[in-house]
């Protein structure tokens, strides 16, 4: 079996206008190593147009993180809500993107990583309501659309049968999307996966729709893992590299060939109502050497209610149900100094405006403690002047009972997910 090795090469250079001017953004995948971009890279389409200033762009992913919160909190509670942007758009689109080749011969795509979903969708041509950049069925040889006779069809909620196709609705976020089932060759890297299932948009509605279509990682039925089981068994890993590191460069590793031997382990659990979700059994927090004082409800896993502890590569800062995040934060400024000021900057309520020593905060799970260093605790403006703890409670606006282990508290370790053996390795990886 190959070494399924998938560089992730996130460009953080300043003056690059357009794509390709780079040569790292440009540099065609070659053997099993494929780019992966940040979705606020010069690499990315998608960044903002002009420059954000940090206090804009903190206050834009903590606003994402919000819309993205109330969406996995309603896969949860298995409701539909749609998130309310409050008066401005908000884009929440998970915040890696991968380059995938669809049909025949291929066409690049730049799709969002997600370990939270399970489905791959991907504008088409004729889209009502997608961005320009869209998939051509007619120029692919190899392009299929599945018939409502398909067995793929029943994996599909809520399928209808128009005109014989199996065609679906979704809600993702704000948004919603309308997509005819449909088979095609996907390429990542050099891999070929020759009838890959995905829904082709036909309409889209809403903001919140990553631009050129989402590869989900999850686990549930129409993955990216159930579909591509004889070649990667269900097993992948990624080192997200900071977002502040310049080279911005890491790996996405699919398969079990050449994964970390040396790394700590803790069982992935399963919950019916939610199966596409990796949770895990966080069951304290330490701040310094003290583990702090939380009401075990407020972490304990319940299949029933959606509550527990996910990892997710979507959002961006770590939420806690309330009563952990104080708990957390209360013992965090006490450990910084009870006499220093206390500031707030959106939804972060721990900002010191003088240079601070973060102590480490260490998640414990079954079998794995996770201590992370400050670079994973904190954020800190351009000029050094304001820094926060780069975490926050679960917004109150939903009834969230789910805790979101997020990419920034991720980035510089690598993390397995090992789903034959349903487990969920974490090991420090410096992939800046
Ligand atoms: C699906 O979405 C399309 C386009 O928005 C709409 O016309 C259609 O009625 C929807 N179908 C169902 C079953 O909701
Ligand atoms: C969806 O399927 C219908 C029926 O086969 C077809 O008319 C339509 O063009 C398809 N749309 C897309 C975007 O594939
Ligand atoms: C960026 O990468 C180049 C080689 O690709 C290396 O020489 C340089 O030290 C790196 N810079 C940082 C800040 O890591
Ligand atoms: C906090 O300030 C008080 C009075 O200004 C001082 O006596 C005390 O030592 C300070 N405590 C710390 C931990 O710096
Ligand atoms: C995690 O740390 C605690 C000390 O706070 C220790 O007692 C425990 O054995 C550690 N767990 C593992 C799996 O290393």
């Given at each position: 079996m190959k070494t399924h090795l998938i560089l992730v090469t996130l460009c953080f250079f300043?003056?690059?206008?357009?794509?390709?001017?780079d040569p790292k953004c440009s540099s065609q995948d070659q053997d099993s190593n494929l780019q992966v971009f940040h979705?606020?890279?010069?690499?990315?389409?998608?960044?903002?147009s002009k420059p954000l200033s940090w206090d804009e762009s903190v206050l834009q992913m903590q606003a994402k993180d919000q819309a993205r919160l109330q969406f996995l909190s309603s896969l949860v509670a298995r409701k539909s809500v749609v998130p309310i942007a409050s008066g401005r758009q908000i884009?929440?689109?998970?915040t890696y993107i991968v380059r995938a080749k669809i049909g025949t011969p291929p066409q690049t795509m730049l799709m969002a990583m997600d370990t939270s979903n399970d489905a791959a969708w991907i504008p088409c041509t004729?889209?009502?309501?997608?961005?320009?950049?869209v998939f051509a069925p007619?120029?692919?040889?190899t392009f299929k659309t599945l018939g409502?006779?398909?067995?793929?069809?029943?994996?599909?909620?809520n399928p209808t049968c128009g005109d014989g196709a199996c065609a679906f609705n979704l809600t993702y976020g704000g948004s919603s999307i309308a997509a005819n089932l449909s088979q095609d060759a996907v390429t990542l890297a050099t891999d070929v996966v020759p009838a890959y299932t995905f829904g082709c948009i036909k309409a889209a509605t809403g903001s919140s729709l990553p631009p050129q279509g989402l590869l989900g990682l999850g686990r549930?039925?129409?993955s990216l893992l159930a579909q591509t089981q004889n070649l990667y068994s269900s097993t992948f890993s990624y080192c997200l590299p900071s977002f502040?590191?310049?080279?911005f460069s890491g790996s996405l590793r699919l398969g079990?060939?050449?994964?970390?031997?040396r790394i700590k382990y803790t069982p992935l659990l399963k919950n019916p109502r939610r199966s596409s979700l990796y949770y895990v059994n966080l069951f304290a927090i330490r701040v310094g050497r003290k583990v702090v004082d939380i009401p075990s409800t407020a972490l304990a896993f319940n299949p029933t209610t959606g509550a527990g502890t996910i990892f997710d590569s979507g959002t961006v800062f770590t939420r806690l149900v309330t009563p952990a995040y104080t708990a957390v934060r209360d013992e965090f400024r006490r450990r910084v100094g009870r006499n220093l000021t206390v500031t707030s900057l959106g939804g972060f309520d721990t900002c010191y405006t003088v240079p601070i020593v973060s102590p480490t905060i260490t998640f414990m799970f079954s079998g794995m403690n996770v201590t992370l260093p400050q670079d994973n605790l904190l954020i800190h403006s351009t000029s050094g002047s304001t820094t926060c703890l780069a975490m926050a409670a679960a917004p109150d606006n939903v009834n969230s009972v789910l805790n979101v282990i997020a990419n920034m508290q991720q980035q510089n370790h690598r993390l397995l997910y090992d789903v034959p053996n349903s487990r969920l390795g974490v090991a420090r990886e410096l992939c800046t």
């Amino acid at each position: 079996m190959k070494t399924h090795l998938i560089l992730v090469t996130l460009c953080f250079f300043s003056v690059v206008h357009v794509q390709g001017v780079d040569p790292k953004c440009s540099s065609q995948d070659q053997d099993s190593n494929l780019q992966v971009f940040h979705v606020f890279s010069p690499c990315s389409p998608f960044r903002p147009s002009k420059p954000l200033s940090w206090d804009e762009s903190v206050l834009q992913m903590q606003a994402k993180d919000q819309a993205r919160l109330q969406f996995l909190s309603s896969l949860v509670a298995r409701k539909s809500v749609v998130p309310i942007a409050s008066g401005r758009q908000i884009i929440q689109s998970p915040t890696y993107i991968v380059r995938a080749k669809i049909g025949t011969p291929p066409q690049t795509m730049l799709m969002a990583m997600d370990t939270s979903n399970d489905a791959a969708w991907i504008p088409c041509t004729g889209c009502v309501g997608c961005s320009s950049s869209v998939f051509a069925p007619v120029k692919s040889t190899t392009f299929k659309t599945l018939g409502c006779q398909a067995a793929q069809c029943k994996q599909v909620p809520n399928p209808t049968c128009g005109d014989g196709a199996c065609a679906f609705n979704l809600t993702y976020g704000g948004s919603s999307i309308a997509a005819n089932l449909s088979q095609d060759a996907v390429t990542l890297a050099t891999d070929v996966v020759p009838a890959y299932t995905f829904g082709c948009i036909k309409a889209a509605t809403g903001s919140s729709l990553p631009p050129q279509g989402l590869l989900g990682l999850g686990r549930g039925p129409l993955s990216l893992l159930a579909q591509t089981q004889n070649l990667y068994s269900s097993t992948f890993s990624y080192c997200l590299p900071s977002f502040k590191s310049l080279n911005f460069s890491g790996s996405l590793r699919l398969g079990p060939v050449g994964q970390p031997k040396r790394i700590k382990y803790t069982p992935l659990l399963k919950n019916p109502r939610r199966s596409s979700l990796y949770y895990v059994n966080l069951f304290a927090i330490r701040v310094g050497r003290k583990v702090v004082d939380i009401p075990s409800t407020a972490l304990a896993f319940n299949p029933t209610t959606g509550a527990g502890t996910i990892f997710d590569s979507g959002t961006v800062f770590t939420r806690l149900v309330t009563p952990a995040y104080t708990a957390v934060r209360d013992e965090f400024r006490r450990r910084v100094g009870r006499n220093l000021t206390v500031t707030s900057l959106g939804g972060f309520d721990t900002c010191y405006t003088v240079p601070i020593v973060s102590p480490t905060i260490t998640f414990m799970f079954s079998g794995m403690n996770v201590t992370l260093p400050q670079d994973n605790l904190l954020i800190h403006s351009t000029s050094g002047s304001t820094t926060c703890l780069a975490m926050a409670a679960a917004p109150d606006n939903v009834n969230s009972v789910l805790n979101v282990i997020a990419n920034m508290q991720q980035q510089n370790h690598r993390l397995l997910y090992d789903v034959p053996n349903s487990r969920l390795g974490v090991a420090r990886e410096l992939c800046t």
